[in-house]
């Protein structure tokens, strides 16, 4: 318990004081409590963060949720269809397909990001939305755990039953299949949400409009310049604020699913 | 056929490896581009509208390249941004060099243009049309750093300029009776009285090199020499370890501190005062307006100490306009950067904006830059910088590995910090280790 309470504010304080800068004016950052109030400034930290360059801060935002919510989406559509047709259909080549795709678990995002700004660059397709996008919607754990998981949860019978009542396999998987493999589909958005909302150097490397950037990247160059402009230290602290909201929004939202989708292939 | 899944891993990414480089074959604009080869006497105004990309981290360069588009309808300039050169910028150019798509012109920093130029990355833009005869109107020792050491060439147009001085807390230095140092000799003396009234002086900087590359600027040394093809290396040279020494004994006497520049830490050290003086370039006064707000009105400017009788400054910062390798419109883009760094307007809208100090002399005339400031007790404090400026020894050099000179300076004097060897030392074996770094790139060394 003890331990567990150690952990919790270990983990708690730095967003706590997240918030807590967030609420300040730039004079108090340095010189009040790091963890405790001083003058409320909150509302006007958001009007300004808002304001800010013709109002950026929003769109970055909204780019951050298409990039991560529907790439995440569309991530969790072919990842659940790929490991449902592994697991469920025998076919030659089958083991090498899904090891190669395990062998995509193992290489991180930040070593595939040159390749992929060259391979785009071939085609003249840097700096679009689809730089960041169409790479962002292929997710190797997800087909792995999605194989994983209707190989244990979608019975042969179910499916047999469903083809001598004539459905064919497209339709048999999207109304039998998927439902029972949501607590898998949803833990992987929710992966695969965060993994989007949080890569930084694919669109690091990939644009160079800012009104294509995500959340991450715009307040990373702002605060790049704080040495130009003072008042971005503090804007680049409220939004920082600003941009976790819509992954807490997220957690909360699946996180009945998401518990069960982490418990279910474990206990059977 | 059991084949592990790490052996296939590195497949996936040989076989996405491959497809990178496959796509060799250039297509159209750029392989013509590259034909012309950068000769200086190729700039001709291209026919029709013309449509420039232009990539800078400056905050609000919008709005300043706005005012040339609506004066301009036939040569349109689009603004690409993101985070600033040694933040992921510089890589991101060179990887755009690499695969054939870089901006038509770039915002490079005057220590990073050599490693351009090495890697030919860059469009000489001397030969269009007004480059040259800009050259009187820039502060000297800009026009050097834009001409690498080519007589005929310029790669660049300077934009702003990082003159040094020195900041000091005037109530503090009245309050303790102690005069306020015009020389080196000075300073540490003053540093010792400083310490007596639970102070230190300065912070000096172990992780931020170009602080004390400015120190050896100032000091009249340069790190690196360029003649044609053979560079020299001058890490070690006498006035290097002149200042190395000077800054060693100040740290083995505690009489300066050492904090981690630009942490909050660093913020509370001057805002507590801690810090009673900080040598830095005039973009500095920004970072005292924002790092120690509490100190408000207690801050003036004066010159920076001197080695002898005779002023000299350094410089810490500053960057240019570049015009990439590849562009097919190097007339437009050189007389955009023109525009930029040259004009009033695209000065006062640069001042306003991000508060650049220009690089010319006359933009540095420009009542924005004249007026008493407010936080600095009224002083004029941009006065200083101007007469700075105007004594910057003009032989400095930047050469062409500086991130990794950066790198291995700043691990020497982080370890002298602590006690393990002297900055000298650690200048010595950054000698050694650009030598060799210049070496594996091909690069030829000379004595």
Not at chain 1, 2 to 7: C, E, I, M, S
Request: hydrophobic residues 45%; proline residues 5%; contains cysteine.
């Amino acid at each position: 318990m003890l331990v567990l309470g150690v952990f919790t504010l270990y983990f708690l304080t730095p967003i706590w004081w997240l918030f807590i800068a967030a609420t300040k004016e730039r004079g108090d950052l340095t010189t009040t409590n790091p963890l405790w109030f001083s003058d409320l400034n909150l509302v006007e930290n958001l009007q300004g963060v808002f304001s800010y360059g013709d109002g950026i801060l929003p769109r970055w935002l909204l780019n951050s949720v298409l990039y991560a919510g529907v790439g995440a989406l569309v991530a969790t559509v072919l990842a659940g269809m790929c490991g449902y047709a592994l697991a469920k259909y025998a076919f030659p080549g089958r083991e090498v397909i899904f090891n190669v795709v395990l062998g995509g678990v193992l290489v991180p995002a930040t070593a595939l990001a040159l390749p992929l700004f060259l391979i785009f660059a071939q085609v003249g397709a840097t700096n679009t939305f689809w730089s960041v996008f169409l790479p962002s919607i292929v997710s190797p754990f997800g087909v792995y755990l999605a194989r994983i998981y209707a190989a244990s949860s979608v019975p042969d019978e179910l499916l047999e039953a469903a083809r001598l009542d004539g459905a064919g396999e497209v339709r048999t998987f999207f109304s039998v299949s998927v439902r029972l493999m949501v607590p898998a589909l949803v833990t992987v958005y929710l992966f695969q949400f965060v993994a989007i909302w949080n890569n930084f150097f694919l669109p690091l490397i990939m644009l160079r409009d800012e009104r294509l950037f995500p959340v991450t990247l715009g307040l990373y160059n702002w605060n790049t310049v704080v040495n130009q402009v003072p008042e971005l230290r503090l804007y680049v602290l409220t939004g920082s604020l600003v941009s976790i909201v819509p992954l807490i929004v997220v957690f909360l939202l699946l996180q009945r699913f998401w518990r069960s989708g982490l418990g279910t292939g474990s206990v059977k | 056929m059991k084949i592990t899944s790490p052996l296939l891993g590195a497949a996936s990414v040989a076989l996405l490896l491959t497809l990178a480089a496959c796509g060799g074959g250039d297509s159209g604009s750029e392989g013509a581009a590259e034909g012309d080869g950068g000769a200086a006497t190729d700039c001709e105004p291209s026919d029709g509208e013309v449509s420039l990309t232009f990539f800078s981290w400056v905050p609000g360069i919008e709005g300043v390249v706005d005012i040339w588009n609506e004066q301009n309808p036939d040569v349109q300039v689009e603004v690409q941004t993101g985070p600033n050169g040694n933040s992921g910028t510089y890589q991101n150019f060179f990887n755009q060099l690499e695969a054939g798509n870089p901006p038509d012109l770039g915002q490079i920093e005057f220590d990073a243009l050599p490693n351009f130029r090495v890697q030919d990355g860059l469009t000489d833009i001397g030969g269009c049309e007004g480059v040259m005869d800009s050259q009187e109107q820039f502060v000297d020792w800009t026009w050097s750093q834009v001409q690498l050491g080519e007589e005929d060439a310029v790669y660049a147009i300077p934009q702003d300029t990082g003159p040094m001085a020195m900041f000091y807390r005037e109530d503090l230095f009245t309050e303790a009776g102690i005069e306020v140092p015009t020389t080196w000799e000075e300073y540490a003396a003053a540093a010792e009285q400083v310490r007596e009234n639970d102070g230190y002086i300065t912070n000096f900087s172990t992780s931020d090199i170009n602080q004390f590359a400015g120190l050896v600027w100032q000091a009249g040394g340069s790190w690196f020499g360029n003649e044609g093809d053979t560079w020299q290396v001058g890490l070690d040279s006498e006035e290097s370890v002149q200042v190395a020494d000077y800054w060693n004994g100040l740290i083995q006497d505690d009489l300066v501190s050492t904090l981690p520049p630009w942490t909050t830490e660093w913020d509370n050290a001057y805002n507590s005062g801690d810090a009673w003086t900080w040598v830095s370039a005039v973009w500095g006064a920004n970072s005292i307006m924002s790092g120690a707000p509490d100190t408000e009105g207690d801050w003036r400017v004066a010159p920076m100490p001197t080695w002898g009788d005779e002023q000299a400054a350094g410089n810490w910062g500053g960057s240019t306009t570049a015009v990439f390798k590849g562009t097919e419109h190097p007339h437009e883009a050189a007389q955009f950067a023109l525009w930029l760094n040259t004009s009033e307007e695209a000065h006062e809208a640069l001042i306003e904006a991000a508060n650049l100090y220009p690089a010319t002399t006359e933009g540095q005339q420009l009542p924005a830059l004249s007026e008493g400031v407010p936080f600095y007790g009224g002083q004029e404090i941009y006065e200083v910088f101007t007469e700075a400026g105007a004594t910057v020894p003009t032989d400095w050099t930047w050469g062409p590995t500086m991130t990794q000179v950066y790198n291995d300076v700043s691990d020497g004097f982080s370890a002298a910090a602590s006690g393990n060897g002297s900055l000298a030392e650690a200048l010595a074996a950054a000698q050694e280790s650009t030598t060799s770094a210049l070496e594996s790139q091909g690069i030829p060394v000379g004595e």
